[in-house]
């Protein structure tokens, strides 16, 4: 059996989702002092926490730019609908991942596409 997919319950999910993104608390700020007193070590560890946060961030930015995406065409009525083979997309995908834009098959082929790039 093949599940309904429910509009509502998903542009409730994306929204939750944008929500949380939105409003979550960063941790950028760096120490102004006592820094000189740091060794090599703890230097390396701090240095490399700011890379962890950034990449983070990074991938945070990527996703709300996805969930807001997805709400738009969620109000365009083009939700569900893969942009490239123009087929449905199968409902277990979209509630897997409700800001999935392309089916399985397209997204596969991107990713071939940017691996050879």
Not at 2 to 10: A, G, S, T
Not at 52 to 62: K, N
Not at 81 to 97: D, G, N, S, T
């Amino acid at each position: 059996m093949v599940p309904k997919l429910d509009l509502h319950k998903i542009r409730q999910a994306l929204n939750w989702e944008r929500d949380q993104l939105l409003h979550r608390p960063t941790d950028t700020e760096s120490p102004s002092h006592g820094i000189e007193n740091l060794d090599e070590n703890d230097l390396a560890d701090l240095y490399e926490s700011r890379e962890i946060q950034s990449s983070l961030d990074a991938f945070s930015v990527r996703k709300l730019d996805r969930i807001l995406r997805a709400i738009d065409r969620l109000n365009k009525g083009t939700y569900g609908v893969c942009p490239v083979c123009k087929e449905v997309i199968p409902a277990e995908r979209l509630m897997a991942l409700p800001y999935a834009e392309l089916c399985v098959a397209c997204q596969k082929m991107l990713e071939g596409k940017e691996k050879r790039a």
